[in-house]
């Protein structure tokens, strides 16, 4: 069906859209919520081109599609504890995201969607590369799809957080959870990889050498650049992925230049 109120170009088969005709500056009409949700449903992750919002704005858009979401280690901006700070500079030792990876999925009911929008970025570099995990999925094969059916793998927090935040101390016990191997997305029902390089520790209930080997198998599967798309910032870009059936990597290659911004994430549900 056309859109009313939005233009939606997609820019891949299989993942990532642009929108245009929308402020996010400004309050979002039902229609064009609902056009902006549709498209994210669809294309899995969405972006916006030029979208100067200041952090109310941020975190009003963010509510439109649910409760936001606390971060379970990385120290908030004064006042806005929902604010997640992406920056990184010449003093930096990590980013944000250096390894593929759903955010938070460590959690026992993993955020659904991550709003990013990035003031200040590198002259050029710092891109994000989104993949579909629907599409992983659909390109197993039949063998494949039937013994990841009914596995479960955990997730931690630990190895990622810990001595990462300048609030870390040793008393903070950072989230661990057991989730499905593959989760059914709860609107578009379509199914998705959710095992991922930086949160999950091991496939349970079978042995850990077996777990390692098909853990890799399914992530180099993941990183191929069939099911991705690549995005490049401008100033005040935002993008909207969804964390069900998305993965992400953040690029470190512009350092020392500095790249900074706060995302907005929304909780979700517990995978099934
Ligand atoms: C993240 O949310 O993982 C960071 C993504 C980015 O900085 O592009």
Redesign the pocket.
Request: glycine share 10%; charged share 20%.
């Given at each position: 069906m056309e859109n009313e109120t939005i233009q939606v170009t997609s820019l891949t088969p299989r993942i990532g859209a642009e929108i245009t005709g929308v402020k996010l500056t400004e309050p979002l009409g039902n229609q064009q919520f609902q056009e902006i949700h549709d498209a994210l449903m669809e294309h899995s992750v969405i972006f916006f081109r030029n979208q100067p919002v200041d952090v109310h704005q941020h975190k009003d858009f963010g509510r439109l599609f649910g409760d936001l979401h606390i971060h379970p280690g990385s120290p908030p901006p004064p006042d806005h504890p929902e604010i997640l700070i992406?920056h990184a500079d010449k003093n930096s030792k990590h980013i944000?995201?250096e390894n593929w990876?759903s955010?938070v999925s460590c959690d026992a009911e993993p955020p659904m969607g991550?709003i990013?929008h990035l003031w200040e970025v590198p002259k050029s570099g710092g891109d994000?590369l989104f993949a579909s995990m629907n599409a992983a999925y659909d390109a197993l094969s039949e063998r494949m799809k039937e013994y990841l059916d009914g596995l479960y793998a955990t997730h931690s927090g630990e190895q990622i957080y810990r001595g990462r935040y300048s609030n870390d101390d040793t008393n903070m016990v950072y989230p661990k959870s057991t989730h499905p191997v593959v989760r059914t997305h709860p609107i578009t029902g379509k199914k998705s990889i959710y095992v991922n390089k930086t949160f999950t520790t091991h496939i349970n209930d079978v042995p850990r050498e077996e777990s390692d080997g098909i853990l890799a198998f399914l992530y180099d599967h993941c990183a191929k650049p069939d099911y991705q798309v690549r995005f490049k910032w401008q100033p005040h870009s935002v993008a909207f992925w969804d964390n069900r059936c998305v993965q992400?990597l953040?690029l470190w290659d512009y350092y020392p230049q500095v790249r900074s911004g706060y995302?907005v994430t929304v909780k979700g549900e517990r995978p099934f």
């Open positions: 992406v944000a995201g990876h955010d991550s990013l994000t992400h953040a995302r």
